[in-house]
C-alpha cells in the first residue's frame, strides 16, 4: 500500500501542509511513521479522508467561464469497480471528483487500486489515468 508524506497529502488535498499536521495532530486524520521516522499517511486512510472531506465541501458554484481541453487533475484513486471487460475508476482530486470508465485490461496493467496516486487528464468528455512518477 502506498504512503504519502504530509506534504503529498497536503497537495492532493489541495490544503496547506499546516492543515494537514491539524487533522493529523487532533486524530481526524490517521498517520503511520515511514522507515525514515517521518510521520506518512497510508493510501487507503487517505483516499478515505478525500472522499469525506470533499462531501464537507460541496460543490462549486463558481461559474464557468472558459474552459481548456487540457486540463489535468492529480488526486488519490477512492474506488476501483471492475467486471470481466471494463474499469470504472474513481478519482478524487481536492474537492474534485473524477470518473473514468476504460478496459479492466488498462486498470490491471496500471495497477490501480484504492490509495494510489494518479492524475485524472481530461479532454473533452474522456478521462485519461496517468501515473506519474514517484520519488
Do not use: C, Y
Request: glycine share 8%; aromatic share 2%; charged share 25%.
Amino acid at each position: 500500500m502506498p504512503t504519502f508524506r504530509i506534504s503529498e497529502a497536503a497537495t492532493l488535498l489541495g490544503v496547506s501542509d499546516d492543515t494537514v499536521r491539524r487533522w493529523a495532530d487532533s486524530g481526524r486524520l490517521p498517520t503511520i511513521h515511514d522507515d525514515a521516522g517521518r510521520r506518512a499517511i497510508e493510501g487507503a486512510n487517505l483516499a478515505e479522508f478525500a472522499k469525506d472531506l470533499a462531501g464537507e465541501q460541496g460543490s462549486s458554484t463558481i461559474p464557468v467561464v472558459a474552459e481548456s481541453a487540457r486540463n489535468r487533475f492529480p488526486g488519490i484513486i477512492t474506488r476501483v469497480t471492475r467486471d470481466t471487460v471494463m474499469a470504472q475508476v474513481e478519482i478524487q482530486a481536492g474537492p474534485h471528483r473524477l470518473v473514468s470508465l476504460m478496459s479492466r485490461e488498462a486498470a490491471d496493467e496500471l495497477g490501480l487500486e484504492p490509495g494510489v496516486l494518479a492524475v485524472g487528464a481530461v479532454k473533452s468528455t474522456n478521462v485519461v489515468i496517468e501515473m506519474p512518477e514517484r520519488r
